[in-house]
């Protein structure tokens, strides 16, 4: 008989996960199997478990959880390059490798596309989430090597279960191309996006970093992890565009990352791109569903982009791993709440307060 393990399921959408106990999955030769040492939580976590959103399940019972990190357990008979106790992220992205995205070396707009252990954007998705049907709320998941970010000493599971909000904050700065002397205006900064935001624009060299949000402790909390860098403004307080000129010398921003929640008001997101440098990029990572008001005149003029970016490559994972293990992205500065598995739905329900800023709510599965 095998080996048993605990897992938290979904069994009914809107309802609190259950732990339950089930077959420790065996990797298939191109898989290796995980065991979890911590799993992030994320904001969005209870609306996607509530089955109201657009998004697509996987069948229920579904063991769940987004963003793993752990200890290699074992190692399918084909796999190379990862060993038994390497330690690793897990990148819940799942495309297939099939669909003309994927043939032409787009995973990130695979066809279709899923989360394991959390849901599948297209109705056939369920064909990936099938093929990999454990989250980071068990003992043990499996996943295939070409999904691992694999961890330096310097990084802790728990820095590492944030790799997924990190990671989707990561990819949209090296869209926007910031690095050296780079002047950023994060919008929503208060947030885990926005805060990770921070954290990464802060180690790929932005020197002026203008952070817009609502949470008047978490801005000044942000605004000390470096104040010659860092100038934040509480929404409200003053015009956005008018305050982001005057501190960038009446020139604008070169990147706006909008990190806006489902339901900000795009009026703020419409000023703030209307104070974007000439030749400026607003990137889009939040979940804002209002209409955005632009002048296209103005695009052409000033050779304006807006575009949008979901989530990273394995690669990028790795790149923020390295900036990690030299002190360039210090991830000590994340303030962990670690739950045991018993307690999974509290991590959940403390989720829902939307702490944001640097905490950093994890689920230790062997707890
Ligand atoms: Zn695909």
Redesign the pocket.
Known sequence: MAASMRAARLHEPGRPLRIDMVEIPEPRPRDVLVQVKACGIIPNMNAIFSGRLWNHLPPLPASVGLDAAGIIAKVGSHVTDVAVGDRVYVNPWL?????????AGE?M?????AFQGYFGFFPHSVRQLTDYPFGGFSEYLTASPQRLVHLPQQVTFDQAARFGYLGTSFAALRLGEVSGGSWIAINGITGTLGAGATLLALGMGATRILGLGRNREVLEQLKALAPDRIEILALGDAPIADWIRQHTEQLGVDVLIDCSARSAAAANTAEAVAALKRGGTAINIGALTETLAIQPIRFMTARLQFRGSNWFTTGEGQLMAEMARVGALDLTKLVTRAYPLAKVNDALADVQKRPGGLVNIVVHPDD
Request: glycine share 6%; hydrophobic share 25%; proline share 13%.
């Open positions: 495309s297939c490798g099939m669909c003309p995205y994927c043939r995973p707009l695979c066809n279709a596309a």
